[in-house]
């Protein structure tokens, strides 16, 4: 989950903190749901978060040019026509051959060389890139396993200054719902699809089990920085909500119950950006119903 967990752990945590989950009369929790979602719309509207991204791409092997002219591998917005080259060694190092200079800092200081190394935020997210910036802009490089990527960020994006928000379903307190939480006696690995087309096998711990209805339904969750990570689609997937999937959170289990609140159901970054790679709903968690809560599909221009 490498892809997406910076880019929403965060979030993830922001909401869960400003949602009261044991509010006990309606009033009460429409103000705690009303609450998590103004939360939510201000951690995406942070900062260097993934609304301000603007340009994205995976390295290929050698020479990758990088300016916002049209014969560029990589075109990037505000950038001088031709900036340069970010060359892909075997060993998966990344360094950047500037054309450019005038203008450009690397870390913060001024550009004095015309070649030099980058460092990737590693594969566990955990080391601070090398920061190539430009104007407003600033490049940097993303590891994931074996692949390198460019990313592109630019504060004053209009995405991130003027973020339209999102629509929702009307918030009804049935689809609160307490869950059975059924830990696995043995291991289990959820296979997680990407919309690159990759896969890989993530371990899981138990499933949640709950009734709608009179008919009974199973998520099967991720652990994601201590909390309960679902991706999964229902019935209105591709057509009120993102198709892809939609993301929900919730604290871990207690006295064999988990908190299922599809009220705060949310569109994955890639519903909103599409230069931020997203998991697709497994098929385990693919539900034959219409979960009418939660946040609707993402349409900017229809703001």
Same mark, same amino acid.
């Given at each position: 989950?490498?892809?997406?967990?910076?880019?929403?752990?965060?979030?993830?945590?922001?909401?869960?903190?400003?949602?009261?989950?044991?509010?006990?009369?309606?009033?009460?929790?429409?103000?705690?749901?009303?609450?998590?979602?103004?939360?939510?719309?201000?951690?995406?509207?942070?900062?260097?978060?993934?609304?301000?991204?603007?340009?994205?791409?995976?390295?290929?092997?050698?020479?990758?040019?990088?300016?916002?002219?049209?014969? &560029?591998?990589?075109?990037?917005?505000?950038?001088?026509?031709?900036?340069?080259?970010?060359?892909?060694?075997?060993?998966?190092?990344?360094?950047?051959?500037?054309?450019?200079?005038?203008?450009?800092?690397?870390?913060?200081?001024?550009?004095?060389?015309?070649?030099?190394?980058?460092?990737?935020?590693?594969?566990?997210?955990?080391?601070?890139?090398?920061?190539?910036?430009?104007?407003?802009?600033?490049?940097?490089?993303?590891?994931?396993?074996?692949?390198?990527?460019?990313?592109?960020?630019? &504060?004053?994006?209009?995405?991130?200054?003027?973020?339209?928000?999102?629509?929702?379903?009307?918030?009804?307190?049935?689809?609160?719902?307490?869950?059975?939480?059924?830990?696995?006696?043995?291991?289990?690995?959820?296979?997680?699809?990407?919309?690159?087309?990759?896969?890989?096998?993530?371990?899981?711990?138990?499933?949640?089990?709950?009734?709608?209805?009179?008919?009974?339904?199973?998520?099967?969750?991720?652990?994601?920085?201590?909390?309960?990570?679902?991706?999964?689609?229902?019935?209105?997937?591709?057509?009120?909500?993102?198709?892809?999937?939609?993301?929900?959170?919730?604290?871990?289990?207690?006295?064999?119950?988990?908190?299922?609140?599809?009220?705060?159901?949310?569109?994955?970054?890639?519903?909103?950006?599409?230069?931020?790679?997203?998991?697709?709903?497994?098929?385990?968690?693919?539900?034959?119903?219409?979960?009418?809560?939660?946040?609707?599909?993402?349409?900017?221009?229809?703001?």
């Amino acid at each position: 989950m490498a892809r997406i967990s910076k880019c929403c752990a965060v979030i993830a945590l922001t909401l869960l903190a400003s949602f009261d989950a044991s509010a006990t009369t309606p009033v009460d929790y429409i103000s705690s749901v009303n609450s998590a979602r103004i939360a939510r719309v201000d951690e995406l509207k942070r900062a260097d978060g993934y609304l301000a991204l603007t340009a994205s791409g995976w390295l290929l092997p050698g020479d990758n040019t990088v300016g916002s002219a049209a014969d &560029n591998r990589f075109r990037v917005p505000a950038a001088p026509a031709h900036l340069g080259v970010l060359n892909l060694d075997a060993h998966g190092l990344v360094s950047l051959r500037l054309i450019e200079t005038h203008g450009i800092r690397v870390d913060g200081q001024p550009a004095t060389a015309s070649t030099s190394e980058l460092r990737t935020q590693g594969d566990a997210g955990k080391q601070q890139p090398t920061r190539v910036s430009f104007g407003s802009s600033y490049l940097y490089v993303v590891e994931n396993g074996t692949q390198r990527g460019l990313r592109v960020k630019d &504060n004053d994006a209009p995405l991130r200054t003027h973020f339209p928000g999102f629509d929702y379903f009307p918030i009804d307190p049935s689809w609160r719902i307490e869950a059975d939480w059924v830990p696995f006696a043995q291991p289990h690995a959820l296979k997680m699809a990407y919309v690159t087309g990759t896969e890989s096998d993530t371990p899981i711990a138990g499933k949640a089990v709950f009734q709608r209805d009179g008919h009974t339904y199973e998520l099967l969750p991720i652990d994601e920085d201590g909390r309960l990570f679902f991706v999964f689609t229902d019935r209105t997937a591709g057509k009120l909500t993102y198709g892809g999937a939609r993301f929900l959170y919730a604290v871990t289990p207690k006295d064999g119950k988990v908190l299922l609140d599809f009220n705060l159901a949310q569109n994955p970054p890639c519903a909103i950006t599409p230069h931020v790679v997203c998991p697709l709903a497994p098929p385990e968690n693919r539900l034959k119903l219409s979960v009418t809560a939660g946040e609707k599909k993402f349409d900017e221009a229809g703001r």
